[in-house]
């Protein structure tokens, strides 16, 4: 990202520097997939055709993670949220400054951020269903804790204590 930033008012030669930012949203997009996930989380997401054509995806995540790091996991999580993020405000700002050719490459970089982000949420959770009560229950239990500010406060009180 700070490549493409750099780059976005000073390059003359336009395919040059979108062969040059694919290039390297490509290997962010495979390092992270397929070394990075692994190692910081034990996560592992990839896809195969069969015999008949037909394509599959898996989505892994290791048995054990007590010997993953919990900065490390934290790293991993929050560059994986933000990266997508970043991309769509480049987007955005490619968009309000008329710079078309760079929302191309803005818009590569949030799909394949995108993506990564899916595939990992799906190691993490297993199926969309999970993933759905996960979002549930959040959304649940802070629904619940603004409404009863007080009896919240005790148990904050109480926990403390």
């Not at 336009?14 to 034990?42: H, M, Y």
């Not at 997401?45 to 599959?56: I, L, M, P, R, Y």
């Not at 008329?98 to 818009?107: F, G, Q, V």
Request: hydrophobic share 45%; glycine share 6%.
């Amino acid at each position: 990202m700070p490549y493409y930033w750099e780059n976005s008012n000073v390059c003359d030669e336009l395919w040059d520097e979108l062969a040059q930012q694919l290039t390297l949203l490509s290997i962010d997009f495979w390092t992270v997939k397929n070394i990075t996930g692994r190692l910081l989380v034990g996560l592992r997401w990839w896809n195969f055709v069969d015999a008949e054509g037909k394509s599959h995806w898996r989505y892994e995540s290791a048995k054990d993670t007590s010997r993953f790091g919990i900065l490390e996991r934290r790293i991993f999580w929050g560059a994986l949220a933000a990266a997508p993020i970043m991309w769509i405000i480049l987007v955005c700002i490619a968009f309000v400054t008329l710079k078309w050719e760079w929302m191309i490459i803005a818009i590569m970089g949030s799909l394949m951020n995108g993506a990564n982000l899916y595939g990992y949420l799906r190691c993490r959770w297993g199926s969309t269903h999970e993933f759905t009560n996960y979002i549930s229950k959040i959304a649940f239990l802070s629904v619940l804790s603004k409404s009863n500010p007080v009896q919240t406060n005790q148990q904050h009180s109480l926990q403390s204590v």
